[in-house]
C-alpha cells in the first residue's frame, strides 16, 4: 500500500524558515517524480514544486523560486521542501503527492505550515 | 500559466440522482505525446485530495463506475452517476499539461 507522511509543519515568523518533509512506503520510490502542492485555508489547491527521480530536474512555481528547494533521499525514501523568507501568503496545508504534475495518484494527508508574528 | 474554469461552483444533488461538472482550460491540453493530461480529484471535508480520473476519462483503482470523464482539447466533464452521500465534498479538475499543473476552484457537491 502506498503510504506518505508528511511532518514537519508548524509556526513560523515572516521571514523565517522551515523544512517539511515526506516520508514514503509501498512503492519504489527511487523510480517515481515526488511533488509538493499547498492549499492555503479554505482555499484551492496550488503546485508548489516537482523533482525527478535521481533528484537532477526540479521545476518550481514562480512564486517560490529562489525561496524554496525541493530535493530528495532515495535511499531514506524520502522528500524534503526546505522553505525559506517565507512569507504570509504561504500559509498553507503542504501535501506531498507521487508523480509530477503529469501523474500525482496519490497524496499524503498534509503538514501544516503557518507564517505569522 | 492554464487557467481551469469550472462550474458551477456549488452544486446541491438529491441522493440518487446525477451530477454534472463542467471544466474548461484557456488552452488546449492535448501534449505533444498524444496524452491530454487532464485530472478530476475529490477532497472529502477534512481529507487530503483523492484521484479519480486519468488522461480524462480513466478511473483510478477502487473508484466506483459512477463516476465518468469525458471531454477534448479544452472542455471537459465530470459525471457522477446516482449521487451517494459520501459523495459530498469538493471536486478540482486540474491540468497536468502544462507546468505548473493548474486547478479549478473547486466545485461543492452538497445533499439538497
Known amino acids: 500500500e502506498v503510504q506518505l507522511v508528511e511532518s514537519g509543519g508548524g509556526l513560523v515568523q515572516p521571514g523565517g524558515s522551515l523544512r517539511v518533509s515526506c516520508a514514503a512506503s509501498g512503492f519504489t520510490f527511487s523510480g517515481d517524480w515526488m511533488s509538493w502542492v499547498r492549499q492555503a485555508p479554505g482555499k484551492g489547491l496550488e503546485w508548489v514544486a516537482n523533482i525527478n527521480e535521481d533528484g537532477s530536474d526540479k521545476y518550481y512555481l514562480d512564486s517560490v523560486k529562489g525561496r524554496f528547494t525541493i530535493s530528495r533521499d532515495n535511499a531514506k525514501n524520502s522528500l524534503y521542501l526546505q522553505m525559506n523568507s517565507l512569507r504570509v501568503e504561504d500559509t498553507a496545508v503542504y501535501y506531498c503527492?507521487?508523480?509530477?504534475?503529469?501523474?500525482?495518484?496519490?497524496w499524503g494527508q498534509g503538514t501544516l505550515v503557518t507564517v505569522s508574528s | 500559466d492554464v487557467v481551469m474554469t469550472q462550474s458551477p461552483l456549488s452544486l446541491p444533488v438529491t441522493l440518487g440522482q446525477s451530477a454534472s461538472i463542467s471544466c474548461r482550460s484557456s488552452?488546449?491540453?492535448?501534449?505533444?505525446?498524444?496524452?491530454?493530461?487532464l485530472y478530476w480529484f475529490q477532497q472529502r471535508p477534512g481529507q487530503s485530495p483523492r484521484r479519480l480520473i486519468y488522461?480524462?476519462?480513466k478511473r483510478d483503482s477502487g473508484v466506483p463506475d459512477r463516476f465518468s470523464g469525458s471531454g477534448s482539447g479544452t472542455d471537459f466533464t465530470l459525471k457522477i452517476s446516482r449521487v451517494e452521500a459520501d459523495d459530498v465534498g469538493v471536486y478540482y479538475c486540474?491540468?497536468?499539461?502544462?507546468?505548473?499543473?493548474?486547478f479549478g476552484q473547486g466545485t461543492k457537491v452538497e445533499i439538497k
Open positions: 503527492a507521487r508523480g509530477g504534475h503529469r501523474w500525482a495518484d496519490y
Open positions: 486540474m491540468q497536468g499539461t502544462y507546468w505548473p499543473g493548474t
Open positions: 488552452q488546449s491540453l492535448v501534449y505533444s505525446d498524444g496524452n491530454t493530461y
Open positions: 488522461h480524462v476519462s
